[in-house]
């Protein structure tokens, strides 16, 4: 009893003195749950005085997947008095497997373009999606349409007007954006937004719509199923379409015509541009006028613009040939978006 009792007391005595308490070197903010949002200060870009650009904006996590972004260009100090500014979704063209926002054909300075559309009296986003090595139909036409829906969801904070959106694209672009035009809200394209692990039907993009008021494209696709592409019947699937569906078209019907904007016209789809290459090899011209005949029947607004003597992207024989096919689809496209989104750069400002 008496060794346990000394031992008690040298265990004791060897015990260091309880120290004061120290303030923390570093006295950072910390939340109650783990912060996945990116923090970094978001940078603004000047385009002289009249526009600033959002670079690099995200507006996606799929799971498992990279940060999708998009580049949003809008008029400097310019608020509407109106309900918010009209919206000109991009999308990039690169045969689903390559390509960025700040590219089209042969045009020198693309984000230049949009800078000016967006000086005219809009709100216009770029944006990127997933390309084929990353993940196959219907991924990136579910980009498209999360992208549509996240600007609409942040439409007070950019001065959106959630009612007046057009799309754009060229090429691959051209597709996703006749696609995304074409199926208004449709359940089977439509984008899932997760929630721990499982789909959550409340979330706030959910609830937004992927609807647009107008449709513009450059050389596009329009049908898989029946109009095939240049090396488009590739039976092993190695072709640009094969890559992006899974399958080579002609190997798998249903999933060709779900990727079709052909396949899901509707009288209530949008009024519509298409501009095409006269002698486009990359893209058939027949694609652009088989889909034109197809919007007249349904009695839809379209006007076909086929430039003559150029290809793909608007090459044409000489630098001067390009640059004159060039812009004169840009000119038709401003004016039929100034036209479609009942503003013009007048009564924009």
């Not at 590219?103 to 000016?116: E, I, K, M, Q, S």
């Not at 036409?141 to 001065?159: E, G, M, P, S």
């Not at 706030?204 to 488009?232: E, H, K, R």
Request: a neutral charge.
């Amino acid at each position: 009893m008496r060794k346990f009792s000394s031992l008690l007391v040298l265990t004791v005595a060897l015990m260091p003195a309880a120290r004061p308490a120290v303030a923390p070197v570093v006295d950072v903010p910390v939340e109650a749950s783990p912060v996945l949002e990116d923090r970094f200060p978001q940078p603004t870009v000047a385009f002289g005085t009249d526009v600033e650009a959002l670079p690099d904006l995200v507006y996606s996590v799929p799971p498992g997947f990279r940060p999708l972004r998009l580049d949003l260009y809008r008029p400097r100090n310019s608020r509407s008095a109106t309900g918010g500014l009209p919206l000109v979704v991009y999308v990039h063209g690169g045969g689903w497997q390559a390509g960025h926002t700040r590219h089209a054909g042969a045009f020198a300075n693309w984000p230049a373009v949009l800078a000016r559309l967006a000086a005219r009296g809009y709100v216009v986003a770029s944006v990127e999606y997933r390309l084929s090595g990353e993940a196959r139909f219907p991924a990136a036409i579910q980009d498209v349409k999360t992208a549509i829906r996240w600007l609409r969801w942040n439409h007070t904070q950019f001065d959106i007007d959630p009612n007046r959106a057009i799309i754009w694209g060229g090429s691959a672009g051209g597709q996703l954006a006749a696609l995304a035009a074409t199926t208004c809200n449709d359940s089977s394209l439509a984008p899932v937004f997760m929630k721990q692990g499982s789909p959550d039907p409340e979330s706030p993009l959910a609830t937004q719509s992927d609807c647009v008021q107008g449709l513009v494209t450059w050389y596009g696709i329009f049908d898989f199923a029946n109009a095939p592409l240049s090396g488009s019947d590739d039976s092993s699937g190695n072709s640009a379409p094969g890559k992006y569906l899974g399958c080579a078209p002609a190997a798998c019907r249903s999933t060709a015509e779900l990727a079709s904007p052909l396949s899901h016209l509707d009288k209530d789809d949008p009024p519509a541009l298409l501009i095409h290459g006269e002698l486009d090899k990359v893209v058939p011209v027949a694609q652009s006028r088989k889909f034109n005949d197809a919007l007249l029947q349904r009695k839809i607004p379209v006007k076909l613009l086929v430039i003559k003597d150029v290809d793909h992207s608007f090459i044409g024989a000489s630098a001067e040939a390009t640059r004159a096919a060039s812009l004169q689809a840009l000119n038709a496209t401003f004016e039929f978006i100034d036209a479609t989104a009942g503003r013009t750069a007048a009564a924009s400002r």
